[in-house]
């Protein structure tokens, strides 16, 4: 009701107000006026208030029909048919028109503005001097003595810049197809592309394909330390390029501007601008390019750390930028779809050259391409081709030429095993420098030569057991501790290994036999497998990988995988032999890491120091006792003897003349058969990792490690005496010093080293209880031992961490085993008859063998003794006397611990 009289209303103070107007009219008509005598102006004026009116009237109209509640009419307003009709109107497609030419202008107004802000910041850049930017470059890389390792510059220098008409018409056809389309047709800006760009930008994506050619140039000679800014910071330097391509286009022509990008852009590792390219991967000038040779380098600078050539883990991504290559060539029309289809069947990385070739001439070259990947991913591929640097490295090429005719040595007798390559890497103990790094048996050999097997993740096999196994077990610990004499029992733990998928699962040790109670010491310098296992159990997997990363061995199981318990004993993840050296070198420290370090200093063109090396005190892994434990097992040549036999003092395993600590490591290929030869040694001044293998993996004939014996051979005793007897930084002798605090006491009936922390009576976990043994078989006597050989030992009684079992132990007896010497029914040895011969002049002792072989006798006459020894089958025994005697007592025992005796009188 209430809406019904709102509406009257209305409409009255309308027709009010129209019959007011219309008397208005009928006035002016009285006066003498007449409709054709209204002035212009009138007339007009009188047509708005009309219109005015009408809208004024519909409008109320509207509101007539709407609710009175504001809330409800703003809902009633957004009924479909009602929200059509007004955004289809007239007045609002005149309104909305009105709105985007302000935001045109606002957008225009501002993008000017931008460009006058940042213009001001481009001063000093001169787009005059573009092409003087695009020059040729060298790096010089030296060893830590100043030995010339190479002088970076591919055939010539990094850049070899070539005039416009030296390049071939397809590779410029290429170019454009693949990063820039519109390049002849923009100013240096392409909108669309840009619009795109920065959508993406703020959108959160990556920025793709709003870059113009010549903003490219501009970015590659002018930002390219900013380059890697690809987020919205990065905006500003966006409309700078934008800035500069825009002056740009207008002091250089558009073969220009493509010829001077085609100089200055990267094509993967050394190689920057074409003509390098071309000469690297074609061995030919730019201007000899085919089609397939253009489409394959112009897909490169996409993405030149990608799409190198010589990155063959990508080789099919470059490929199928090589086919979009084509593709777009197509598209454009600089070639036909069957130019293109033949282009794309052939096998183009086939005719790129070897990278070897490349170079030629340099020194330790799987080091010097080490560096220089780290100094790229530091300052950027782009900063380090501009050149000019000169870098002093760690490496000293005294050891790296020992170290490679070491490893040429052990190539000879790759037969031995069913080997194709080595490694061996060596790291400076006090600075963690690496100094010598031989990454395969021959640079030159082809497919796998200039591979780098020292820094590739490679199964470290029982390398890893002094890192990941025993040295985060002597780390100090609430309850029992343990050291080089604690006993861990080797023995079957395949249901808790395996998980109780026993079928194909078994641990076991390279020999195949258990060896039931051993000392730490005998386990880790026999390479034990099983022993091994139960310290990490005991350690727990995520601790002892935290402690040999902390070491040094980063790489190992990172990102959170593991194998399991068979990373005990190496399986299941990779180690890189130089992290692997310095692990060891850590250890050679006393248990401080070191990070590894790989260069002294570098000097810019204008020889400004950038960086400089400087030792740092490191950072604590273990406690030196814990270091130094594991290091006198690895030194303990004897300890080893049990499993390696006449192996345990091989040369390269072990020298006279340079003392070191040594471990091996040999891989199973999960068939049984070995894959791979590892040995590391430490001294004080060196740790080395050697390893050998096959290059694809394959498994060894053989398990021995008679090839990295004789690397090792070949190198330790040299580089000592050549390099750090040199420089009076060793002398033959030298070798790690005990730390203060060690122990030396018998545990478990053996002698040994234990920490300052290890108490017998509160941290052995060990019991004592008192065990009959056999004297002769060493093992737990039965009631057929007999009391000649029956003993009484203290035994040491402990609980297998892994197993859950008592565990015996007395040192020098079985307490597993009872004695199976001795049986109930043995026949003892007798003495058969003592007699006075009278006409010798002498007592005579007859006796027999029983079971066992007799042994020794003793006879006594009137309390004098006579001894000696018995054949096996008896006899009898004669003794002269000057008179007859008055008492004769005779004993005699055999081989089996049985004895007899016989008293005699007058």
Known sequence: MAMKNTANKIKKAVSKKVASKKADVAARKQRGGSKNDMSLYSNLAYKRRVKQDQRARKKAEELAKLPKNPFLRFLARLRPDRFFKWWFSKENQIRLLKIFVALILIIIIGIGGLF???????????????????????????DRNGEVLWEDKGSGDYRLVVDGGDISTYMRQATVAAEDRNF???????????????FSTLSGKQVQGGSTLTQQLIKQVYFSEEAQDRGLSGIPRKIKEAILAIEVEKMYDKEQIITLYLNESPYGGRRNGIESAAQTYFGKSAKDLDLAESS????????????????????????????????????????????????????????????????????????VLEVKSQLEAKYGIKTMREGGFTIRTTL??????????????????????????????SVDVETAQVIAMVGSYDWNKPGYGQVNAATSLLEPASSIKPILDYAPLFIQREGVNYAPGTVLRDENIDKLYCGGNTGKCRLRNASNQFYGNVTIRQALAGSLNIPAVKALYINGIENSLETAHKLGDLSYCTNGETAGLSMGIGGGCGVRPVEHANAYATLARGGVYKELAYILEIKNATGDVIESWSDS????AVDEQVAYMVTDILSDVNSRRFTFGSLYNAAGFYSNKTWFAAKTGTTDNGGGRAKDSWLLSYSPVLATAIWNGNHDGRALSSGNHNVAFRISANYVDRVHAEVYG????????????????????SVNGKNDIWPSWYNKSKSSGITNEKMVFDSISKKKATDCTPEETRIEVEVSKMIDPMTGKEVYYAGGYDTENEDDVHQCGDAKPSILSISWDEDRSSIIVKIKNGRYSLQNYTVTVDGQNYNGELPANGKDVEIPLSSKPTSVSAHATDTGGYSTSVNWSE
Do not use: C
Request: charged share 25%.
């Open 726 to 745: 040199a420089d009076g930084k060793w002398k033959s002798g030298d070798r790690i010093n005990e730390p203060a605090g060690m122990q030396h006491m």
């Open 396 to 425: 000293d090429y005294r050891a790296q030429q020992i170290g490679e005719q070491a490893v040429a040595e052990g190539s000879k007798i790759f037969s031995s095993n069913g080997s194709d390559n080595a490694t061996l890497v």
């Open 184 to 198: 002849y047709n923009h100013i240096g800006i392409d909108f669309g592309a840009l619009v795109r760009a920065t």
């Open 296 to 367: 394959l380098l112009a897909a490169i600078p996409n993405n030149p750390g990608r799409f190198n050539p010589y990155n063959t883990q990508y080789h099919a991504d470059l490929v199928a930028r090589q086919k979009y290559v084509l593709d777009a060539m197509v598209e454009m029309g600089y070639i036909t779809k069957e130019q293109a289809e033949e282009t794309k069947a052939i096998d183009i990385l086939a005719k790129v050259k070897p990278e070897a070739d490349q170079y030629a001439g340099m020194k330790a070259p799987w080091f």
């Open 617 to 620: 005190e490191g950072t604590r």
């Open 116 to 142: 006058l802000y940042f213009k001001k910041d481009l001063s000093e850049i001169d787009p005059e001097e573009l092409a003087n930017r695009v020059q040729d470059t060298v790096n010089v890389y030296l």
